[in-house]
């Protein structure tokens, strides 16, 4: 249910490309990156909607300067 600080809606994103995964991972992660940094220009925004600006500012910085993503492979998925 909605409230001060939550509403019913979220957002979602898809990526299809024809391609190798490999290939489509790079693509996204330089979206992701993109957005984040993206996001950092537009500090009033996130700074209104964010219980923890500092935090919410780390973690966009944390994401703007990965050099590559963190990977998990399928068998590694069907063991957890």
Known sequence: DPDARHLNQFYH???ELIGEL????EVVEQYMRALA???LRNTAAWTLMSAAPD?????????ADLASFPRVTFDEIGRA
Request: glycine residues 0%; aromatic residues 0%.
């Open 13 to 15: 994103c898809e990526a």
């Open 55 to 63: 935090a919410t500012e780390a973690a966009l910085r944390a994401l």
């Open 37 to 39: 940094r993206s996001c």
């Open 22 to 25: 490999s290939a489509v991972m």
